[in-house]
C-alpha cells in the first residue's frame, strides 16, 4: 500500500524568502505524485504533478517539485514567497488509473509573514 | 480548465434529518468521483469511490447506510449524510476525475455540514 509523509505540519516563513516543503511517500509500485494547495474553506488546486519524465516539475504560482525516487521524497520549493501563498499545502500519491484512489499526506500549513 | 461545482457551500440540519451534497463535474464527464471527509487541521480521509453506473465503493470503517453515494451520469454524483448526529459534522469534499490513465483529480469547494 502507498503512504505519503508529510514531515512539518507548519512551516512559518517571511515573504519573499525561499521555502521548501517535505514530503516522502512509500510505495512497492511505481506512482504519481502530487501537490495541492488548499486556502481556507474551499476545496483543494492541483499545484502540479509527477507521471513520468524529467524528474523537476514545474507547477503554477512558481512552484516546482523535485521527484528523488532513492529518497523516495518530492519536495515541493519555490524560490521566493508571497503572502497570498499562505494556505495548507497536501502532497499526495496515486497509483494511476482512472478509478485509483489518491492518498493524501496530513498537510503542512505554510505561514508567510510580511 | 476543468471545474467541479458542489453544493451547498454551507448547510446546518438538526439532529435526525437527511442532508445532501451534490457534485457536478461542468465540463468533463467524470467518470469517477471521490468523496473526501476532512477533520479541522487534519487531512482528507477518502470515504469512498464511486463510479457511473455502479455502486460505489467505501473505505474501511465508512458506514454506506448512513453515507449513501449516488453517481448516477457522468456529469452528477450526491452524497447523502442520512439522520445526521452532530458528530457528523464535518467538511466534505468531492472530486472527480475523467477518463485515462493519468487525469488529475479535480476538487469540489466543499461542503461544511454543522449538526445541531
Known amino acids: 500500500a502507498q503512504s505519503v509523509t508529510q514531515l512539518d505540519s507548519q512551516v512559518p516563513v517571511f515573504e519573499e524568502a525561499p521555502v521548501e516543503l517535505r514530503c516522502n511517500y512509500s510505495s512497492s509500485v511505481s506512482v504519481y505524485l502530487f501537490w495541492y494547495v488548499q486556502y481556507p474553506n474551499q476545496g483543494l488546486q492541483l499545484l502540479l504533478k509527477y507521471l513520468s519524465g524529467s524528474t523537476l516539475v514545474k507547477g503554477i504560482n512558481g512552484f516546482e517539485a523535485e521527484f528523488n525516487k532513492s529518497q523516495t521524497s518530492f519536495h515541493l520549493r519555490k524560490p521566493s514567497v508571497h503572502i497570498s501563498d499562505t494556505a495548507e499545502y497536501f502532497c499526495?500519491?496515486?497509483?494511476?488509473?482512472?478509478?485509483?484512489?489518491?492518498?493524501f499526506g496530513t498537510g503542512t500549513l505554510l505561514a508567510v509573514q510580511p | 480548465g476543468a471545474v467541479v461545482s458542489q453544493h451547498p457551500s454551507r448547510v446546518i440540519c438538526k439532529s435526525g434529518t437527511s442532508v445532501k451534497i451534490e457534485c457536478r463535474s461542468l465540463?468533463?464527464?467524470?467518470?469517477?468521483m471521490f468523496w473526501y471527509r476532512q477533520f479541522p487541521k487534519k487531512s482528507l480521509m477518502l470515504m469512498a469511490t464511486s463510479n457511473e453506473g455502479s455502486k460505489a465503493t467505501y473505505e474501511q470503517g465508512v458506514e454506506k447506510d448512513k453515507f449513501l453515494i449516488n453517481h448516477a451520469s457522468l456529469t452528477l454524483s450526491t452524497l447523502t449524510v442520512t439522520s445526521a448526529h452532530p458528530e457528523d459534522s464535518s467538511f466534505y469534499i468531492c472530486?472527480?476525475?475523467?477518463?485515462?490513465?493519468?487525469?488529475?483529480?479535480?476538487f469540489g469547494n466543499g461542503t461544511r455540514l454543522t449538526v445541531t
Open positions: 472530486s472527480a476525475r475523467g477518463r485515462g490513465e493519468v487525469s488529475p483529480l479535480h
Open positions: 499526495a500519491v496515486s497509483k494511476g488509473g482512472a478509478t485509483n484512489k489518491l492518498i
Open positions: 465540463d468533463f464527464q467524470a467518470t469517477t
